[in-house]
């Protein structure tokens, strides 16, 4: 089964997306940098906003969550809901604004402060999920001793909430600027800068080998899970306790991640803030001997409460990478889903390896999103483009155009007619002053470059390039629809302008856009960098200097088949 097109692009932005969650992610959470949530969500959103001016189709954004929430299970931390939820939920909302507004200024805006906003939203309802209702009442009751305190008169129960909703918001609308201005420069002919390797080092998911699945133990524990928050809610103090305690027990006995919960020591930080502000502002609000009692008791109620919620969804998530829940899936409608995270896995590697540092994007963050784009449409060439690509190379002055102009009757021969282009060479007094570009559809010759001074033309090297030859160009590649007949495209002289993103470079993308089959010309100083800038891995490479035209021919006709 073949991926359709939306999860092959879903694939490449989330996995670009869970590239920068797990790189960025680690060096801003050991720094214990504030907001450091707000900031990944924001890199997320900027990816997928500026992505969106490249990629039309709707429903992309939605898809890549999914593949970035399930491939946040590569990094060391055993809760893996919170985060999925969270990404799922940001891209829905960036989804859905666009949607109903457009893919425009306003839906973008709209969608990153949305997004951003349910960064906020998840925070409360998670400390709700873990503690219950006791912390809403808890939170209350202190806002409403500060204003008797501190004899305010205002209600100030909603003022901090409204004050991190505008820092959230302002983190939305800055994110969204910053991803239309990315987006809207991603068709600029100027040159992406090049970052170097950050050889980070992807810490997988801990795995045993010996871990022994079970689907009566995930259904088990999804019963326990719930049962529990009822025990706990619903029983005498002394029967809460023990079961969880048991529960508890029984789960680290199976789960090493259960344990690894517990040792975190913002886990007991929180256990004893909890309870103390239980019992202080309980025991304020009430009366009678016990009241001091009650709230130690509310406290260590809800402590127990979240250690169930924190452990259960770990455990879930453990018994999830079950073979066999992973083969109904693979099964069921989700078959793109799978396919979809099954490239997402092999690539993530080489995504992590490109990235720059948190610096250059603090930086130049437009700059590194329009580099991190342009990876992510190369990666997606490479898996969409089937076609062959052929590379003719040599050193400079070795005959790479002869050599073309010689192979074109004998690909006629085989019956492969092509379009595009050569540069013809010309002489004067055994000197060359300048490059025609030729039409290989009607032979027709424009001037390209020249030696002739002039202050006001582009340059590279000693020739100053015509610009007029770069239109007449972009002309023939794009009447290559109405050149039905056209079985192969050549592109001659591809090099340091390209790798500049100049001279033929939008020209090459359209074609592999096409997924016609490719001949360029390459000098041999730069073969390389064109293989990696383009992430060709299968090329044909022909060597003027070892390969006979005749047979440079046949292997051409063969692989692209003679008719």
């Not at 600027?177 to 991603?186: F, P, Y």
């Not at 529990?228 to 090493?256: D, K, M």
């Not at 073309?404 to 004067?428: E, W």
């Not at 090099?495 to 001949?519: R, V």
Request: glycine fraction near 6%; proline fraction near 4%.
């Amino acid at each position: 089964m073949t991926i359709n097109d939306k999860w092959l692009k879903a694939s490449v932005l989330g996995t670009t997306w869970a590239a920068s969650e797990i790189v960025f992610g680690s060096f801003l959470h050991n720094l214990r940098i504030p907001f450091s949530g707000n900031f990944l969500t924001a890199i997320g959103l900027i990816i997928l906003i500026s992505a969106a001016y490249k990629w039309k189709e709707s429903g992309i954004f939605w898809r890549a969550g999914i593949i970035c929430g399930l491939m946040k299970t590569l990094s060391p931390s055993a809760v893996i809901f919170g985060p999925m939820v969270a990404i799922l939920s940001e891209a829905l909302l960036l989804e859905l604004s666009v949607f109903i507004l457009g893919r425009n200024v306003f839906g973008f805006l709209l969608g990153s402060v949305l997004a951003m906003t349910w960064v906020l939203a998840q925070r409360v309802l998670n400390y709700i999920l873990f503690y219950g209702t006791d912390i809403v009442d808890i939170y209350a009751n202190l806002m409403k001793m500060l204003e008797k305190n501190l004899h305010i008169e205002t209600d100030l129960v909603w003022w901090p909430i409204v004050a991190f909703l505008i820092i959230h918001i302002v983190f939305g609308l800055v994110a969204g600027i910053i991803g239309i201005q990315a987006g809207r420069s991603l068709n600029s002919p100027s040159e992406i800068a090049r970052f170097q390797n950050q050889n980070y080092k992807m810490k997988p998911k801990a795995k045993s080998d010996i871990f022994k699945y079970s689907l009566i133990w995930l259904w088990s524990n999804i019963v326990i899970l719930i049962g529990s928050l009822f025990i706990i809610g619903n029983s005498p103090i002394w029967v809460w306790v023990l079961w969880v305690l048991a529960v508890i027990v029984v789960w680290t006995i199976r789960y090493q991640s259960a344990l690894r919960q517990l040792s975190k020591p913002k886990f007991w930080i929180f256990f004893v803030s909890i309870t103390m502000l239980a019992a202080f502002v309980f025991s304020s609000m009430q009366t009678g001997p016990n009241a001091l009692m009650n709230g130690l008791i509310t406290g260590v109620q809800m402590n127990f409460r979240a250690a169930i919620v924190i452990i259960g969804f770990s455990v879930l998530g453990k018994e999830l990478y079950n073979p066999k829940v992973v083969l109904f899936f693979q099964k069921s409608s989700f078959k793109q889903l799978h396919l979809a995270l099954e490239l997402s896995f092999q690539s993530v590697p080489s995504v992590i390896s490109g990235l720059p540092g948190v610096k250059v994007f603090l930086k130049q963050p437009v700059l590194v999103i329009r580099y991190l784009i342009d990876k992510a449409e190369k990666q997606l060439r490479l898996y969409q483009n089937n076609t062959p690509v052929f590379v003719i190379t040599g050193h400079i002055g070795q005959g790479k155009t002869q050599f073309i102009t010689n192979l074109i009757p004998l690909l006629a021969d085989h019956q492969i007619p092509v379009s595009g282009f050569y540069c013809k060479r010309l002489m004067q007094n055994s000197e060359t002053i300048g490059y025609d570009l030729v039409d290989l559809t009607n032979q027709n010759s424009f001037p390209f470059l020249t030696t002739t001074p002039n202050n006001l033309l582009d340059k590279i090297g000693k020739y100053s390039i015509i610009p007029e030859a770069l239109e007449q160009a972009q002309s023939i590649i794009d009447n290559l629809p109405q050149t039905k007949h056209t079985r192969l495209v050549i592109i001659d002289e591809v090099g340091k302008l390209e790798l500049k993103g100049q001279g033929w470079h939008s020209i090459i993308n359209q074609i592999f856009d096409s997924k016609q089959p490719l001949l360029i010309s390459v000098r041999r100083d730069f073969l390389n960098d064109v293989l990696h800038h383009w992430n060709i891995e299968n090329a044909i490479i022909i060597d003027v200097e070892s390969t006979h035209v005749q047979n440079a021919a046949e292997q051409i006709a063969q692989t692209i088949g003679s008719k």
